[in-house]
């Protein structure tokens, strides 16, 4: 069974480029979240989608964005890049049966 | 605020012995989740604890939740080098599993 997919595993950004990461949730998982991972802020909710909306929103600026589409799957885009995120993006789809959540691989982004 | 605090944040234990993780959270919440991560890794879900008194068990792993104390506990029996990982305890506050609040994380180092 096919886990969580996300695209691109490693990319690298010059300062004030922008950058779209995609997720594609475990077949039937209509939730789809995402979280940033730095070794100083450890684990930070980004955002959650549910079919196709946005239900919650974390203490990021606007410069992250995301958007689900009607196949549940995700993307989510950062403009104006910074140093500062520099990080390892996670995103999440939820089993709503069993109130697990399961973790791609993430997307490694290095922002020079 | 909304808090989430391991403790250890490291630790290191002989193979053989027993330890155990602590994971206290500041505001009721009776669905708690532990994940595990290896260096350079994604997160692997480990336990998904749903209410009072929960106690889930897998191999030398044991995880029990005591919402009242608004504690949970990862308990390792007779630990082995495998075991070696940074472990995150997470809380969903808001009852949809669609935002979750990580821990800080416990590096585990298990030595011969």
């Known amino acids: 069974k096919a886990g969580v997919t996300q695209t691109p595993r490693y990319l690298i950004k010059t300062r004030g480029q922008q950058v779209t990461l995609s997720c594609s949730p475990i077949s039937g998982h209509r939730s789809v979240s995402w979280y940033q991972q730095t070794p100083g802020q450890g684990l930070q909710f980004l955002f959650e989608?549910?079919?196709?909306?946005?239900?919650n929103k974390g203490n990021f600026p606007g410069r992250f964005s995301g958007r689900q589409f009607s196949n549940s799957r995700s993307e989510m885009n950062v403009s104006t890049l910074e140093l500062g995120d520099s990080a390892l993006y996670l995103c999440?789809?939820?089993?709503?049966?069993?109130?697990?959540?399961?973790f791609g691989e993430g997307s490694r982004l290095t922002v020079l | 605020e909304l808090k989430v605090e391991q403790n250890p944040l490291f630790l290191s234990m002989q193979e053989g012995k027993n330890y155990t993780i602590y994971c206290n959270y500041s505001t009721t919440s009776d669905r708690l989740y532990w994940y595990r991560q290896d260096p350079g890794k994604s997160l692997e879900s480990l336990f998904v604890?749903?209410?009072?008194?929960a106690v889930k068990q897998e191999g030398r792993l044991m995880a029990s939740l005591d919402t009242k104390a608004r504690l949970s506990t990862l308990h390792i029996t007779a630990a082995v080098h495998d075991l070696s990982a940074t472990y995150f305890c997470?809380?969903?506050?808001?009852?949809?599993?669609?935002?979750?609040?990580f821990g800080t994380g416990t590096r585990l180092q298990v030595t011969l």
């Open positions: 989608y549910f079919s196709e909306t946005q239900r």
């Open positions: 997470a809380v969903d506050f808001t009852g949809t599993a669609s935002k979750l609040t």
């Open positions: 604890l749903l209410s009072n008194g």
């Open positions: 999440a789809s939820h089993r709503v049966s069993t109130g697990e959540l399961f």
